[in-house]
């Protein structure tokens, strides 16, 4: 339960699971307790102390008392849909990130001979869930272009972990994954020598970065208080170090939510193409 103007809300879930390595944790914690400080300046008390660090990046549904959460753009139009209401898009300082937009890159054993996208044809791939934007949408759009309607990797395997797909392409149990070019820019961050091992072989199309938001049933209100704290804590002096932690340059307002939408747009093209899944 949050109070608001005097008003109790029964909004309470916090977690931020998109990116959350646990030797990220107390980054995530520190951007909560940012946005904590600027939440109470603007008036709501009882605020959850801490973030939920066991939610799944895909869980089954968003929770109708979720306050905040991070959510990956492809499920809110599909299983998520009419779940979550957008509140702002991350903008972070991450290679192939471009404003508030990110990526998916498809990464192989550093000492592999892939050259090309195309090289991966036969090969052994592995990918986090079918619901992902980054580990299935936009690489099945990529993968359309080449595929000619016929499946294109010789085994794939549906795991549920970015980060652990990028281990197993280093472990050679795999021959290449898909994954958010953000994740990657972290795991290059804490976990050098995995990232040293592996290599990106190529980027696929660009996609607006996974949004902050709150439940459908959040009011006005509260979702105008969100997004001021987010932005505050994107742009106040004093959280620098919070920013820093997180590789985030800006938190930006999502001024035509249709560009989520328009993520679909991925999934006709390859349906078009004669590939429907990325098998």
Known sequence: MVWIGG??????????PMYNLPEMRSENRMFWDALRVELSRLGLNDLPDALDLQRVPVPAAIDADTLLTQVCGYPLQTIYRGQAALLAAPVYAAEYCVGATHCGIF??????????????RGCRFAYNSRHSNSGMN???????????????????AE??????NIERVARGEVDATCVDCVTYAFVARYRRPLAETTRVLAPTPPSPSIPFVTSVGAGADLKEALRNALFRV???????QV????????????????????LLQYEYEARALGYPELH
């Open 234 to 240: 994107a742009r106040a002096d004093e959280w620098s």
């Open 138 to 156: 936009l690489p099945r759009r990529s993968i359309a272009d080449i595929a000619h309607g016929k499946p294109f990797f010789g085994a794939i």
């Open 159 to 164: 795991t549920h972990s970015h980060p652990d």
């Open 243 to 262: 920013r820093a932690g997180l590789m985030l340059q800006d938190i930006v307002p999502i001024g035509d939510a249709s560009v989520y939408e328009d």
């Open 7 to 16: 008003h109790a809300v029964p909004f309470g879930k916090v977690s931020l």
């Open 107 to 120: 990464i192989v054993n550093r000492d592999s001979s892939f050259e090309r996208l195309e090289d991966l």
